[in-house]
Each structure stands twice: as structure tokens, then as C-alpha cells.
């Protein structure tokens, strides 16, 4: 379904041509309680320029503060930005605001390690740019660069580094890293890491005192002004899994950290008290705070931890509750070749949507989902839902009894971070509202120039519910009203 919507507000009409391009922002990010000056840059951001605009939904007065933003040139704006103390870690959306329209979003990120700006030359292993332990580096990957970076371990300090590079969202850019030691021997590297996309992490304990190098590069030595990067050096956690990957809603959930480069450890963590597709958690212990969030999931159903060994129907873990909905079911796949099983209790005619999130949560489990009978006949099935890696399928029990749901990674790989989450509910009734694209891979937004309109399509998808549908637009900005014939 489609519906046409105008917007007026109360005076020019909006042109694409003379809308600003935010195409650089320096720094990238910065350390939270401390207020530093960005510079904005991309085709005309400095005519004009009326405010910068925080898209800080949720932060409860946390979040980032401008002021004071003022023209460069034709092309280039700064403002003063405030980070309060307790400002929540990550991304963070804003736009910038000129007389003629709104730039395309970008994002802004808010780390808790001092921050510092790459110097070049640093292109070469005899001459790198010194470091000391604990910093966030804003820095750039030119085409065929490659940055070094040293520090200096004791024997047996343990060094963490991670990269943001395709996760700040400017491009197309894939690093990857290297620690050297003294000797020019690689003692660890890391492309492609599932938790953090295609952006890297590498955790190595000094086996002596000394100098060690951290390569950064472009995994294709391929680069430009817009492979900017956040490069996060420390002796902080970076987990690759949660485990279990979520909770209920309100419940304090014992996080067992995975994939650390150590023994797993915990950490308790509050959820949110409503339901939450991925919630963002930061590992915390003695050592410091993660730099990027692993994620959970948080729901209303009830939870199901696998009981090892459930690698067989006999030994299948049974559901929690035989409620209504059998609900939620969790594990590792731990080994190659291993599968898990869960058994519930259905009744005739009842319809469920089973749906594994595991790549969805960062897992680099690749999911096949199965549901049979008790006696093993299969009922259903799926892998790669819709070009997704995780798995969904529909399922009507055909007579009252037991039933099971099986699950096992596609190419038959497992390891300790091979974490799952399988969903078996009724599927909710569906409505989806989007705005029509109008230039490709740009994010439509709909602009409305004072005292003057604007109109879009919407467009809605729905699925579970009959009759008409009606758009609450009681919350638009002060002054603005809408039309939807």
C-alpha cells in the first residue's frame, strides 16, 4: 500500500542541488567529559551554517551538545562539541543545518580513552608514531598506506587493538591489522572479524619486554580522504560473544564474556524493561571499557538454556515453560560437527514462526534450523532466510504432542563464540512504514522549508493485519502539519 503525504510548515523550496555534503569531520570522535572543537568539511557545509543537529533519541540529557558553530569557508564549518561525562558510548547521529537544506547523516563517536590525531610520516616499520597505552587514534588511509604505530610492553602486559573503519560509515573501507614484535615477527593479525563486521581486533599478551608494532592498512592497500579510521589501543576487554546472547526484559542478566583471549569472565548486566532487537552492551572490567558494543537481545518470552549433552533426540533439551508459546532457546554450538536439539509441547492448529538470531547478534554461527516430530520426522526447515545467514520458517503442529527443533551450523564449524538465540512464538501482527527512496544510497529524509511544503510517498507493508490503517502524526515538530489522503 501506498499513500501520498504533505507536509507544511511555517521560505524557499528545498533543492537537492544546494543541499550540504558532509563528507569529513575532524576528529572523528572523542573521549566523553571533555568539549573539543570539530571540523566539518564537504561541498558547501561552510555556506551558511545554522546549527548542527543531534539525533540523541534515548540519551535522557546524556547526550553530545554544540555550540557556537561558525562558517570556515564555502566548504568547511566548525562548532564547539560538548561530551558529558556519563554520555553514553558509540555512535551517536547528527545532520548539519544550512540555510539552503540538510546534509546526508553522519556519525559521531564518543569513546572513554584519551584521544590523539595519526602524525605523518608514519608510513614506514623504522619510523612509526609513538604511543603509550590507553588512547583512541583519529587518523586516515591514503591509497598503498600503511600507518605504524609503537609501543612499549612489559613481559607479559597484554595489549588490545581495535579498529573502526567500515563501521563509521564513510565509505567502503576494510582494514585489517598487525602486531610485530622487536624482531619483525608477526605475533598476531586480524581481517573480517564477525563481532565487528569487517573492521579488525587483535588481543596478544607480550612474551617479553620490549617494542612492538601495530600495522594498520587497507586489506587491498586501497584507500583515499575518506578511509578515516578510530584506532583504539589498550589493555581493555574486547570479547567476540555474550553468553547467553540475551534475556527477559528487567532481568539481571550474569554475561559470560567469550572470546577475549582469556578465560571467560562475567559481568551483570540490567536489561532494559522493554523488549529490544539489539541491545547495545560495552564489556567492562578492571582493565577499562570496550570501545564497540557486543549485543543481546531482549524479550517478553521465556528463556531455554541448553543442558549438555542435547546433541541427539533422546538427550534434547526440554522447553522452560509449556505455556502458550514455547519461547526462546539458547547455546553454543561449541565443535565441529556438534548440533543442539530442544523439545516443547504444541497442540493442533497452533502456528509458530521459528527464527534463529545469530549473525544478527555478531555470531559468526551461520545457522540451518530444523523442526520435527518426536519421532524425527522433519516438518520444516530453513537456511539463509531471504539472503540472510540467519534462519526463519513457519510451522503448523499438525496434532498435539512433542515436538523438536534442531540446529547446527552450515558448513558443520563451531567454537566457543558460535553463540545462538531460536525464537518460537506466534508471529505478532507486522506493520512496516518507509519513506520511498528517492536517490539510491542516500537516506531519505523529508526536508520542509519554513513557511512552505514538502510531499513523499510512504509506503506500507503489513502482514497479520486486516481493515484500515491510520498514522498517528501528533508528534511533529512544533509548527509542522501533515495531510495523508
Not at 551483570?268 to 529490544?276: V, Y
Request: hydrophobic share 35%.
Amino acid at each position: 500500500m501506498r499513500s501520498i503525504l504533505a507536509l507544511m510548515a511555517l521560505g524557499c523550496a528545498t533543492l537537492y542541488a544546494a543541499d550540504p555534503q558532509l563528507g569529513h569531520m575532524v576528529p572523528q570522535g572523542g573521549q566523553r567529559g571533555t568539549e573539543i572543537t570539530v571540523e566539518f568539511s564537504g561541498s558547501r557545509v561552510g555556506l551558511e551554517p545554522q546549527e548542527v543537529m543531534l539525533l540523541d533519541w534515548g540519551t535522557e540529557g546524556r547526550g553530545l551538545a554544540f555550540t557556537g558553530i561558525e562558517r570556515v569557508d564555502d566548504n568547511r564549518a566548525k562548532a564547539t562539541l560538548t561530551i558529558p561525562a556519563d554520555c553514553p558510548l558509540g555512535r551517536h547521529a547528527l545532520r548539519l543545518r544550512t540555510a539552503s537544506g540538510l546534509s546526508n547523516l553522519a556519525t559521531f563517536h564518543v569513546g572513554s580513552l584519551p584521544e590523539t590525531i595519526e602524525v605523518e610520516p608514519n608510513s614506514d616499520a623504522n619510523s612509526p608514531q609513538q604511543l603509550a597505552t590507553g588512547c583512541t587514534i583519529n587518523g586516515v588511509v591514503e591509497r598503498e598506506d600503511v600507518d605504524y604505530f609503537a609501543i612499549d610492553l612489559a613481559e607479559g602486559e597484554r595489549l588490545t587493538v581495535e579498529v573502526e573503519g567500515l563501521r563509521l560509515g564513510r565509505t567502503f573501507f576494510d582494514p585489517m591489522l598487525r602486531i610485530i614484535d622487536s624482531e619483525g615477527f608477526e605475533l598476531a593479525t586480524s581481517d573480517d572479524e564477525t563481532v565487528t563486521y569487517q573492521d579488525a581486533f587483535c588481543i596478544v599478551t607480550a612474551p617479553k619486554a620490549g617494542r612492538y608494532l601495530i600495522e594498520l592498512r587497507e586489506t587491498a592497500y586501497r584507500g583515499d580522504e575518506n578511509c578515516g579510521y578510530r584506532l583504539h589501543v589498550g589493555k581493555f576487554p574486547r570479547p567476540a560473544a555474550p553468553y547467553p546472547p540475551g534475556g527477559r526484559v528487567g532481568e539481571k542478566l550474569a554475561v559470560q564474556w567469550l572470546g577475549d583471549g582469556r578465560a571467560a569472565w562475567q559481568q551483570e548486566i540490567t536489561l532494559p524493561r522493554e523488549a529490544c532487537d539489539k541491545y547495545e552492551v560495552f564489556a567492562e572490567d578492571s582493565a577499562g571499557t570496550a570501545p564497540t558494543p557486543n549485543f543481546l537481545r531482549v524479550t517478553e518470552l521465556p528463556v531455554t538454556r541448553e543442558v549438555e549433552p542435547n546433541d541427539g533426540r533422546v538427550d534434547a533439551t526440554s522447553a522452560a515453560t509449556l505455556g502458550e508459546s514455547p519461547g526462546v532457546f539458547v547455546g553454543i554450538i561449541e565443535k565441529e560437527g556438534d548440533r543442539d536439539f530442544f523439545r516443547f509441547a504444541a497442540k493442533k492448529g497452533q502456528r509458530f514462526n521459528v527464527t534463529s538470531y545469530a549473525r544478527h547478534l555478531r555470531s559468526p554461527l551461520d545457522a540451518v534450523i530444523r523442526v520435527m516430530n518426536a519421532k524425527g520426522s522433519r516438518l520444516a526447515g530453513n537456511d539463509d532466510n531471504e539472503g540472510n545467514p540467519d534462519s526463519q520458517s513457519e510451522f503448523t503442529v499438525p496434532e498435539d504432542g512433542e515436538y523438536l527443533v534442531e540446529i547446527e551450523d552450515h558448513l558443520g564449524r563451531g567454537g566457543e563464540t558460535f553463540v545462538y538465540w531460536i525464537e518460537v512464538a506466534p508471529e505478532p501482527p507486522r506493520v512496516e512504514l518507509a519513506i520511498a527512496e528517492q536517490r539510491r544510497y542516500i537516506a531519505t529524509t523529508i526536508d520542509v522549508p519554513a513557511g512552505n511544503r514538502t510531499a513523499a510517498l510512504l509506503e506500507v507493508r503489513r502482514k497479520g493485519v486486516g481493515g484500515d490503517l491510520k498514522i498517528d502524526w501528533s508528534e511533529l515538530p512544533t509548527g509542522v502539519m501533515a495531510e495523508c489522503p
